[in-house]
């Protein structure tokens, strides 16, 4: 008997769930490793988004307030695209795909984009510094690494609850 595409989707689903749940549940634990993994993904594409935003907010002498509205619309729009991109090539349909994606990324961008723009707002002169000054590079250096930092725990909670990029896994 063949199984339809939704038949088929499901199923590797459930397997999934028990998967996850065999190595990722007994406890509420997640490794540190996967954590990091999980949030150095998200990191990709929310860096990308928030150095383009900035730049293009920097250059274009936006206010900081809009600077920081640009930066954290393309986070969010090339993180969920990097998820999209491994799940659409794993053959699922593209709603489903951003189901998935908005599922996976969700909190960790916004915990990263809380992170990464408060640091660039906090750090006088950084958002007015421009694109040729070491303080507008080194202030957005640091608020990616300090949003990775921080948010890698909160990735591993998530994980070992079956949620955040957990839910990505069976796609890959």
Known sequence: MHQSADESDHTRHQQHRRHQHDEH???????????????????????????????????????????????????????????????????????????????????????????DNTVMVAVPGAMDAGLATALFWVALAFSLLLAFVLTVPVNRWMIARGRGHAVVHAYH
């Not at 406890?27 to 990191?43: E, N, V």
């Not at 349909?93 to 809380?114: G, N, W, Y």
Request: glycine share 10%; with cysteine.
């Open 25 to 115: 549940q007994h406890g509420g634990h997640a490794s540190w490793r996967t954590a990091a993994q999980a949030t150095a993904h998200c990191l990709t594409g929310c860096a990308i988004g928030e150095i383009l935003g900035m730049v293009v907010g920097t250059s274009l002498a936006l206010h900081n307030g809009a600077t920081v509205a640009v930066s954290i619309a393309l986070a969010f729009v090339f993180g969920y695209a990097l998820t999209m991109r491994g799940v659409l090539r794993a053959g699922l349909p593209v709603r489903q795909a951003l189901k998935v994606a908005l599922a996976a990324d969700t909190v960790s961008i916004a915990v990263m984009e809380i992170i």
